[in-house]
């Protein structure tokens, strides 16, 4: 069984970037990182023409498809019968999309299967997060 699963959805993009409308999104879980999620976003849609990345937790884009969640860079809220707004904070500005909320569940339930809600801590290598926390501090 793979330990990673890359999900590509469709973004309409709403704010920032103006001049793409609809944008290859991916997003990405990895159970080496059971508690994150990482959606990507190609260069040509960046305002730095650059690829970027996002890492946020399972658990507010899951709390996001039912009632506003998040209270940071990374803010996610339904919208309408089956969108999911999602919108990215950072100093250069904001970017606002809109995925499809079916896309979303058929990913989290992806990433349910390879490692259940509420059982992410069994899949966490300690020791090896600690020896990464040690060497940073040096």
Request: net charge negative; glycine share 6%.
């Amino acid at each position: 069984m793979s330990t990673v699963i890359a999900q590509p959805v469709e973004a309409r993009l709403v704010a920032a970037a103006p001049r793409m409308q609809s944008i290859p999104a991916t997003l990405r879980y990895d159970r080496s990182d059971p508690f994150a999620v990482r959606m990507t976003f190609p260069a040509p849609a960046t305002l730095e023409n650059v690829e970027v990345c996002w890492t946020f937790s399972r658990e507010l884009l899951a709390a996001g498809l039912h009632d506003q969640a998040g209270e940071g860079d990374v803010r996610v809220r339904p919208y309408g019968y089956d969108r999911t707004v999602l919108e990215f904070h950072a100093p250069q500005g904001t970017a606002i999309v809109h995925v499809r909320s079916g896309e979303i569940r058929r990913f989290l339930d992806a990433t349910g299967d390879l490692v259940p809600v509420g059982l992410e801590h069994q899949h966490m290598d300690l020791d090896r997060e600690l020896a990464e926390l040690m060497r940073d501090a040096c």
